[in-house]
């Protein structure tokens, strides 16, 4: 018998009793495992080299799984297209008449954009409406630089400062899109808030 048939048999006889094998080697007093691994780590093993080549002919070759880039693309979509049916509905049923004769003199309304306005709009256009910090317009000084209609004003603060503008002189600080984070109704409530400040603006409406 030679030395790879003894080394066969060694094994053999070790697995049937149970016992540990070691290699007969040794560095630094330290010897190494020589038995087979568990059956259930060899499989998980395997199936895991299975499932890594499945997964690549069916996301790259097949295509039939979406990626985290498409999926979210494919959310904010539809976010978006829930956000313009959204603004085209309450834009259907809302008038400049409208604003000042109803929103502007609901109080719920009101009060409604009165707390968006203290919670967002404050910063630049301070507590009176004045405008103190220079980064935004007044709102109370009878000039409406991008329209004196109340559905100027609700689509102003609806997409921000038009892009053809060049902002505030000297910071060219702009106003960003509030309809990006609120809904036309919260849009309608805040210019709401600003019509009831200034009624005499739009009295004729």
């Excluded at 002919?57 to 498409?70: A, I, K, M, P, R």
Aim: proline share 4%; net charge negative; aromatic share 12%.
């Amino acid at each position: 018998m030679n030395e790879e048939e003894k080394d066969t048999y060694r094994r053999g006889e070790f697995a049937r009793k149970g016992e540990v094998i070691l290699r007969e080697h040794e560095y630094d007093g330290i010897q190494e495992f020589d038995q087979k691994l568990p059956n259930w780590w060899l499989f998980t093993f395997y199936g895991a080299i299975v499932f890594f080549f499945g997964m690549w002919f069916v996301y790259y070759t097949l295509g039939l799984v979406q990626s985290d880039q498409e999926r979210i693309t494919k959310a904010v979509s539809a976010v978006n297209e829930k956000k313009s049916a959204a603004l085209a509905d309450t834009l259907s049923n809302l008038t400049d008449s409208v604003l000042v004769h109803e929103w502007a003199t609901d109080e719920s309304k009101v009060k409604a954009g009165e707390a968006i306005y203290l919670q967002v709009c404050i910063a630049c256009h301070g507590p009176n409406m004045d405008a103190p910090t220079k980064l935004a317009l007044s709102l109370v000084d009878q000039e409406w630089k991008y329209g004196n209609a109340p559905l100027d004003i609700f689509k102003l603060i609806n997409n921000g400062t038009p892009p053809e503008s060049k902002g505030m002189e000297p910071s060219g600080a702009r106003m960003m899109p509030f309809g990006q984070s609120f809904s036309p109704e919260e849009i309608a409530s805040i210019t709401a808030f600003i019509i009831s400040k200034n009624k005499e603006d739009f009295k004729d409406y």
